[in-house]
C-alpha cells in the first residue's frame, strides 16, 4: 500500500482558498487518490476522488501532477466549519481496504 | 446516496463484558466491510477487513479472538469486543465498499462508535 505524507496542521482565516498537499511516490498505477474529511467524534466523510489532472465538485478541486507523486486539495473559501483534519488515501477503488496516514489538522480562524 | 448506519453511537460497559457493535448499509449490498479504531488526537487505525460469507482478515497485531467480526448478510457486519477492558476504550468506526454513492464516493463510512469500558 502506497505511504502518505502530508503536514501535520495548517492555519487559515475564513474566505481563504486553503491548500493541503500529499506526497505519495510510492502510488500505483491503479491506485486512485481520495480525500476526507473528519470532524471529532464522527466517521470520515467523502471530499473528492481523483486518478490525474484535475478534478472538481462542489466543495473541492483535487490537483494532480502528471507523475501522480503528489497531489493537493484545494478548498476555496473556507469558514470556520471546514475547521478538521483532512486525510490523503491512496488505493484502488473498489473492496480494498485503505490505510489512513497521520492526516491534516486544518484550522480556520475569524 | 449511499448510507452506512453504525449502532450504537456510543456505549458505557463493564470490564469484563462483551460489546457488539453493527454495520449496516442501508441501500446498497456491500461484500466487502472495514473496521477501523481510532484514540484520541490519532488517525484511524485499519483492525479487519470482513467479507461476507468469509472469515475476516485481521491486520497485524489485531487480537481475533478479542475483536470478533461477522459478516453473515450483504449489509450487516457485527464488531463484538469481547471480556472488554479499560484499554479497549476507543472510537470504533466501520466503513462500506459499494456503489451508489454521489460521483466517485466508492466507500462509505459509519458514525462511529465510543465505547467505555469502566
Known amino acids: 500500500l502506497a505511504k502518505t505524507t502530508q503536514p501535520i496542521s495548517m492555519d487559515s482565516y475564513e474566505g481563504q482558498e486553503v491548500n493541503i498537499t500529499c506526497s505519495h511516490n510510492?502510488?500505483?498505477?491503479?491506485?486512485?487518490i481520495t480525500w476526507y474529511q473528519q470532524f471529532p467524534s464522527q466517521g470520515p466523510r467523502f471530499i473528492i476522488q481523483?486518478?490525474?489532472t484535475k478534478v472538481t465538485n462542489e466543495v473541492a478541486s483535487l490537483f494532480i501532477p502528471a507523475d501522480r507523486k503528489s497531489s493537493t486539495l484545494s478548498l476555496p473559501r473556507v469558514s470556520l466549519s471546514d475547521t478538521a483534519v483532512y486525510y490523503c488515501?491512496?488505493?484502488?477503488?473498489?473492496?480494498?481496504?485503505?490505510?489512513f496516514g497521520a492526516g491534516t489538522i486544518l484550522r480556520v480562524k475569524s | 446516496g449511499a448510507v452506512v448506519s453504525q449502532h450504537p453511537s456510543w456505549v458505557i460497559c463493564k470490564s469484563g463484558t462483551s460489546v457488539k457493535i453493527e454495520c449496516r448499509s442501508l441501500?446498497?449490498?456491500?461484500?466487502?466491510m472495514f473496521w477501523y479504531r481510532q484514540f484520541p488526537k490519532q488517525s484511524l487505525m485499519l483492525m479487519a477487513t470482513?467479507?461476507?460469507?468469509?472469515?475476516?482478515?485481521?491486520e497485524q497485531g489485531v487480537e481475533k479472538d478479542k475483536f470478533l467480526i461477522n459478516h453473515a448478510s450483504l449489509t450487516l457486519s457485527t464488531l463484538t469486543v469481547t471480556s472488554a477492558h479499560p484499554e479497549d476504550s476507543s472510537f470504533y468506526i466501520c466503513?462500506?465498499?459499494?456503489?451508489?454513492?454521489?460521483?466517485?464516493?466508492?466507500?462509505?463510512f459509519g458514525s462511529g462508535t465510543q465505547l467505555s469500558v469502566l
Open positions: 488515501l491512496v488505493g484502488e477503488e473498489y473492496g480494498n481496504k485503505l490505510v
Open positions: 481523483g486518478y490525474k
Open positions: 510510492n502510488i500505483a498505477t491503479n491506485d486512485y
Open positions: 441501500d446498497f449490498q456491500a461484500t466487502t
Open positions: 466503513s462500506a465498499s459499494g456503489t451508489g454513492g454521489t460521483g466517485d464516493e466508492k466507500l462509505f
Open positions: 470482513s467479507n461476507e460469507g468469509s472469515k475476516a482478515t485481521y
